[in-house]
Nanobody, 126 residues
Framework: QVQLVESGGGLVQAGGSLRLSCSCA??????????LGWFRQAPGKEREFVAV????????NYADSVKGRFTTSRDNAKSTWYLQMNNLKPEDTAVYYC?????????????????WGQGTQVTVSS
């Protein structure tokens, strides 16, 4: 079972940018077999889908609320993937989680993932 470690959260003003990283304690070969997702959860709300990238790296899907502002990418050689967040808004404030599952189907439902990072807080001030 691989483990995920997130970093990169913080406090930023509206319109600013942050990049989240999620490192996987696994070989590059193992890491490349995983589909990777990003989710977020604001206080009092359900965990919601943000972005996903298939293990082949050829398919990336985004929630409508972040399209055009967020970009996900992966570096299989480093067993790390990223969420670049631009033009942040106060409504993006949440704990962000990375998640992984074996296979190349870009699932967008949290219950489809069985490996999770510890979460990192992103706070956007107005």
């Amino acid at each position: 079972q691989v483990q995920l470690v997130e970093s990169g959260g913080g406090l930023v003003q509206a319109g600013g940018s942050l990049r989240l990283s999620c490192s996987c304690a696994a070989s590059a070969r193992t890491f490349s077999r995983y589909t990777l997702g990003w989710f977020r959860q604001a206080p009092g709300k359900e965990r919601e889908f943000v972005a996903v990238m298939s293990w082949k790296g050829g398919i990336a899907n985004y929630a409508d609320s972040v399209k055009g502002r967020f970009t996900t990418s992966r570096d299989n050689a480093k067993s790390t993937w990223y969420l670049q967040m631009n033009n942040l808004k106060p409504e993006d404030t949440a704990v962000y989680y990375c998640a992984a599952r074996i296979g190349d189907i870009p699932h967008t439902t949290a219950s489809d993932y069985d490996i999770w990072g510890q979460g990192t807080q992103v706070t956007v001030s107005s």
